[in-house]
């Protein structure tokens, strides 16, 4: 800060607590936009040490001095810019400024017990001037400083062009303003469209005039992006990014309710509607049409907005936008759910909960990649195929984890399903166990659960391995390897499995729609297949086990 009479030298805290010690510098000081860079560029009113001081701490972290990170050509820039800005402005705390500027002389101020007193505060602190006394009115505030702050950033920097989003003649935006609250992007906001390499631009033009943006289309979706993400009823964080929705209707709220509901995601706690998304999910699977007249003040012609944002470095990556009837997303999205529906299982699974089963759960580092989430969001929002690699992942996981939930059983079952009815092929997969599904791979997987349901019979405790653990992912990929190898031990498994006689049955049933020969190899589908004809099949014993008691 600076003091009057000048020369200004005085460095204080921006506010002392309550016992009188000095606070870290706030951050939350109302500068000029600047973009991120590492170059060496002054700006208004900068609040950098380096700039202002022109010091910094050698290697030791022990010495200020004006030696390191060009210290001194910093200050140089600043006072050069910062002079040539307040021009011959007369109000008091510019005045004072202007005499820092003048008075200032870093290799005289190394050993400055201000700067010194406040260590490792120093380089991580912002810093502004105001007058002694008046630690409030900062120059920053000031009413001359501030229209000559918004004069001197457009001198020679306003371009006029042709809007790229309005198609009007108008002021083209140099550098548009962050955008905060994006998962994973920088804590002072993020930008949609910013240039830092000259490599991304072109015809002369440089930073974000390249983009073509007027400065009115600028301020309104920065606005209107900040807006609706710092809402919780209109954003939802998957992972790294952010999906921000809203709907063009008089209501906009109750739809981007029902759309959170329906992702499963921190929407308004109803059990009542909880009950009616079950409703249209439960019709949707038996192939009737959801009857969206039944949730109050929905209105299914809105256009309803979807847009995924992740981080990218200083930019913001925007991953998809969807825009659609409401009516028409709300039903693409309970397709999604009542594909991902297994008999037992719940009929809203979360994306989270779908995202989780895509990793190990021995990690605690991995994620999903982001492209695979966007892909699969686009799908549900438009009810077109799954990505191939959603697949792929979810047989996977559940070969080299050996194990089988709901979740992963419903993730395969939705991706065999939607790639069939695609390609105009019937449906193979059905909710529940199915007797009468002849499919090779489907028959092996119901074969696996039910040698090993024999093997677990047969144990007088519990088993330190089973055929499970050893042999799963093998039986899963070339089963007339390892099938044959596991009918000769359940022969030795049946002998002291007391219910050997249900079992012989089933099996005969299973070898008979099998026929000769077991498959020799198994695609992903039919892989997929197989994980789904084994949970089925262990799911159908819990519940005549469940009947029983």
């Not at 900068?46 to 200020?64: A, E, M, Q, T, V």
């Not at 990690?363 to 009810?383: C, T």
């Not at 090779?440 to 653990?469: H, M, S, W």
């Amino acid at each position: 800060m600076t003091s009057w009479p000048p020369p200004a030298r005085s460095v204080l805290p921006t506010s002392p607590d309550a016992k009188g010690k000095t606070k870290k510098q706030t951050k939350e000081l109302n500068f000029p936009e600047r973009p991120p860079t590492t170059a060496i560029a002054a700006y208004p009113i900068d609040h950098r040490p380096l700039y202002i001081f022109g010091l910094s701490y050698d290697k030791n972290g022990k010495r200020l001095t004006t030696d390191g990170e060009k210290a001194a050509e910093r200050h140089k820039k600043f006072v050069e810019y910062n002079l040539e800005l307040v021009g011959d402005l007369r109000s008091d705390v510019v005045v004072a400024f202007r005499n820092f500027l003048l008075n200032w002389k870093p290799e005289s101020e190394t050993e400055n017990p201000k700067l010194i007193a406040l260590g490792k505060d120093y380089g991580g602190g912002n810093y502004c001037f105001a007058l002694d006394g008046h630690p409030d009115e900062m120059l920053q505030g000031d009413s001359e400083i501030k229209k000559r702050c918004q004069a001197f950033s457009s001198v020679d920097e306003e371009t006029d062009g042709i809007c790229a989003v309005s198609g009007r003649p108008a002021s083209i935006a140099r550098i548009h303003d962050k955008i905060k609250g994006v998962r994973g992007g920088q804590p002072t906001g993020t930008a949609v469209v910013c240039f830092n390499s000259p490599a991304e631009e072109s015809y002369g033009l440089s930073q974000s005039y390249n983009s073509s943006i007027s400065q009115e289309v600028m301020k309104r979706y920065t606005e209107a992006l900040n807006i609706l993400i710092s809402d919780p009823r209109h954003r939802m964080y998957i992972e790294d990014m952010t999906v921000v929705f809203w709907a063009q209707s008089e209501k906009g709220e109750t739809e981007a309710d029902l759309f959170m509901s329906m992702f499963g995601g921190d929407g308004p706690d109803d059990e009542e509607l909880d009950a009616m998304l079950h409703s249209a999910v439960k019709e949707i699977a038996q192939g009737r049409n959801a009857d969206l007249s039944a949730f109050d003040g929905v209105d299914e012609n809105a256009d309803f907005y979807v847009v995924g944002l992740a981080p990218n470095v200083a930019r913001v990556a925007q991953k998809f936008i969807y825009r659609d009837r409401f009516g028409e997303v709300f039903a693409n999205v309970a397709r999604h759910q009542a594909d991902m529906t297994q008999e037992g299982g719940r009929y809203q699974i979360p994306l989270w909960r779908i995202l989780k089963e895509l990793v190990s759960p021995k990690s605690k580092n991995e994620k999903v990649p982001s492209p695979l989430i966007a892909s699969l969001f686009m799908s549900i929002l438009g009810g077109g195929r799954y990505p191939d690699s959603l697949l792929e992942t979810a047989v996977r996981r559940a070969k080299t984890d050996k194990s089988v939930n709901y979740v992963r059983a419903g993730i395969i079952k939705a991706c065999v399903n939607r790639k069939a009815r695609f390609n105009n092929e019937k449906e193979e997969i059905d909710m529940a166990l199915n007797k009468a599904n002849t499919n090779p791979a489907y028959l092996c997987g119901r074969l696996f659960a039910v040698l090993e349901r024999v093997q677990q019979n047969a144990a007088e405790g519990e088993l330190n391995r089973t055929i499970k653990d050893g042999y799963f992912a093998a039986a899963c990929s070339k089963p007339q390897v390892v099938f044959p190898q596991l009918m000769r031990l359940a022969q030795y498994h049946l002998k002291k499995d007391e219910y050997a006689k249900i079992d012989n049955i089933i099996i005969g049933e299973i070898i008979d729609k099998l026929g000769d020969s077991y498959p020799a190899a198994l695609p992903l589908v039919e892989q997929g297949k197989f994980i789904i004809g084994y949970y089925q099949q262990v799911q159908s014993f819990y519940a005549k086990k469940e009947e029983k008691e």
